[in-house]
């Protein structure tokens, strides 16, 4: 349930952790673009959209395929609403929403789910909390009552926390340990954004979980847990208007939240360049993420966006993964991500090499990058990268539970289903000229970068040197960024 440290992931890199180099292969050849709008669009389903007296929205989706019924409830916050100082802790808050709720302790809480082979969990995010879960359709009473006490009255036991806090912070020191490339997208964030709450790691850090108690988390849940911040997509085999009236008994007497939903900053993409080294003694390759800051969910740009990341870094056979694996065999896998949320995110390539081919792996990185922000691509790729597109998006909106995420995710951005059903419109009429103009804007200039890299520094101190003014931490310290740029 890490969702936080899961994020840098999400990245299409499909590297081994046996070593970081292998011998080049030959490169794929170019596709047969077939492209068809009509035949790879998605239509939403229509809603019965309702609002509870506390201000709660729900949204009702009937599909009678299969008896389930799915659900997403999406409460505004998340690690927004973090203290300064006490970061991850609406991430423990989360885990602790599912340890024990209404009349049931964690054991006899998680016994109601499994034994009727359902399933109910919480991820923290950077501006949200979510509620996800799927039961068969005749055990809609007992979901709608499990999720009801989850919400307005959970235990928050004491046992509970430490347990969970204890866990948290060794997760996180064992993943130093480990496959380095699940945490250094917290360290890309934390010393890119700095103070700005996008800088926060969301499952906080060794030092900021381990002095947080009780009171903390029930005070966070006073502040940002409540009817008014609640948006809840239910999908799946269910009269619509008995499931109203059930929801509306359930939550619609919870109190709003204590504080209005905290709302995040403008953020911008950095001018100059800046260098984190993050030195792992013992390390025998480098990792490194390179960006600077690119667009929101809500952009209008997004499609032009998520096609020229996808033709850059977002598959196999995009430019990265072409020039780092498979002409010259410096890594198992490089990529590059647009992260969107209400405000523009990062947008960043990463990958990793050898310690002693690091500046090699920089450098043609770097070459991927002004070549394609000068050029951008050309219309056989396009047409690839358009085709591409098309055929992966159906797949993330087969399931009752996908569609119910999709529409609590609308809502959230105050979009409409118009960016599901004209999505593969706007894919197929994407033009070569839009698209660069979209990728100039969000690609990074050269000399406008952050740079993080986790290594060895007494091996690569110079080589990073050469990219721009080096800021050093250890891994050890139990914080993921110094406290001079955390405070920037």
């Given at each position: 349930m890490k969702a936080w440290t899961k994020t840098a992931l999400v990245w299409g890199l499909t590297a081994s952790m046996a070593?970081?180099?292998?011998?080049?292969?030959?490169?794929?050849?170019?596709?047969?673009?077939?492209?068809?709008?009509?035949?790879?669009?998605?239509?939403?389903?229509?809603?019965?959209?309702?609002?509870?007296?506390?201000?709660?929205?729900?949204?009702?989706?009937?599909?009678?395929?299969?008896?389930?019924?799915?659900?997403?409830a999406r409460l505004r916050g998340g690690a927004l609403g973090d203290p300064e100082g006490k970061e991850g802790l609406a991430a423990l808050t989360a885990e602790l929403l599912q340890k024990g709720a209404g009349a049931r302790d964690a054991r006899q809480f998680a016994e109601a789910v499994d034994s009727v082979g359902g399933?109910?969990?919480?991820?923290?995010?950077?501006?949200?909390?979510?509620?996800?879960?799927?039961?068969?359709?005749?055990?809609?009473?007992?979901?709608?009552?499990l999720l009801a006490d989850l919400l307005q009255r959970p235990r928050f036991d004491p046992v509970e926390l430490e347990k969970t806090r204890a866990r948290m912070v060794s997760e996180l020191a064992a993943e130093k340990d480990g496959d380095l490339r699940g945490l250094i997208g917290t360290y890309f964030q934390a010393f890119h954004f700095g103070a700005h709450p996008y800088g926060r790691p969301l499952g906080g850090s060794e030092s900021s979980l381990a002095p947080l108690q009780r009171e903390d988390v029930l005070a966070y849940a006073?502040?940002?847990?409540?009817?008014?911040?609640?948006?809840?997509?239910?999908?799946?085999?269910?009269?619509?208007?008995?499931?109203?009236?059930?929801?509306?008994?359930?939550?619609?007497?919870?109190?709003?939240?204590?504080?209005?939903?905290?709302?995040?900053?403008?953020?911008?993409?950095?001018?100059?360049?800046?260098?984190?080294?993050?030195?792992?003694?013992?390390?025998?390759?480098?990792?490194?993420?390179?960006?600077?800051?690119?667009?929101?969910?809500?952009?209008?740009?997004?499609?032009?966006?998520?096609?020229?990341?996808?033709?850059?870094?977002?598959?196999?056979?995009?430019?990265?993964?072409?020039?780092?694996?498979?002409?010259?065999?410096?890594?198992?896998?490089?990529?590059?991500?647009?992260?969107?949320?209400?405000?523009?995110?990062?947008?960043?390539?990463?990958?990793?090499?050898?310690?002693?081919?690091?500046?090699?792996?920089?450098?043609?990185?770097?070459?991927?990058?002004?070549?394609?922000?000068?050029?951008?691509?050309?219309?056989?790729?396009?047409?690839?990268?358009?085709?591409?597109?098309?055929?992966?998006?159906?797949?993330?909106?087969?399931?009752?539970?996908?569609?119910?995420?999709?529409f609590s995710e609308l809502a959230f951005y105050g979009l409409d289903a118009r960016d599901v059903d004209d999505f593969a419109t706007r894919v197929s009429s994407a033009e070569p000229t839009r698209v660069l103009a979209a990728l100039q804007r969000v690609v990074p200039a050269s000399e406008d970068l952050t740079l993080v890299l986790i290594g060895k520094a007494a091996d690569i101190r110079e080589t990073a040197r050469k990219y721009g003014p080096v800021t050093e931490m250890r891994l050890s310290d139990p914080f993921f960024a110094p406290r001079q740029a955390a405070g920037r």
């Open positions: 070593g970081a180099q292998q011998p080049p292969v030959a490169a794929p050849k170019p596709q047969t673009v077939q492209r068809d709008a009509a035949r790879d669009s998605v239509k939403l389903p229509k809603a019965r959209v309702l609002t509870l007296k506390n201000g709660a929205l729900v949204q009702l989706v009937e599909t009678h395929d299969v008896p389930l019924v799915s659900f997403t399933s109910l969990s919480v991820f923290p995010g950077r501006e949200s909390l979510d509620v996800m879960g799927q039961f068969m359709s005749r055990d809609t009473a007992l979901m709608v009552e006073r502040a940002h847990l409540g009817g008014d911040r609640l948006i809840l997509s239910v999908v799946g085999d269910f009269d619509a208007k008995q499931l109203a009236s059930r929801l509306e008994k359930a939550l619609g007497g919870w109190a709003r939240a204590a504080s209005p939903a905290p709302v995040a900053p403008p953020t911008q993409p950095l001018k100059g360049r800046r260098v984190l080294l993050v030195d792992k003694p013992d390390a025998t390759q480098t990792y490194f993420w390179v960006g600077n800051t690119g667009i929101s969910r809500t952009d209008p740009s997004l499609v032009d966006v998520t096609l020229a990341n996808t033709a850059l870094g977002g598959r196999f056979t995009s430019l990265l993964n072409t020039a780092l694996r498979i002409k010259s065999g410096l890594t198992y896998g490089a990529g590059s991500a647009v992260v969107t949320a209400t405000q523009p995110g990062v947008f960043a390539v990463s990958s990793y090499t050898k310690t002693e081919s690091t500046a090699q792996a920089l450098d043609l990185l770097l070459e991927v990058l002004t070549g394609y922000r000068q050029r951008g691509m050309d219309a056989a790729t396009l047409a690839s990268t358009q085709e591409y597109m098309l055929g992966q998006f159906p797949p993330t909106l087969e399931t009752s539970l996908q569609l119910a995420t999709k």
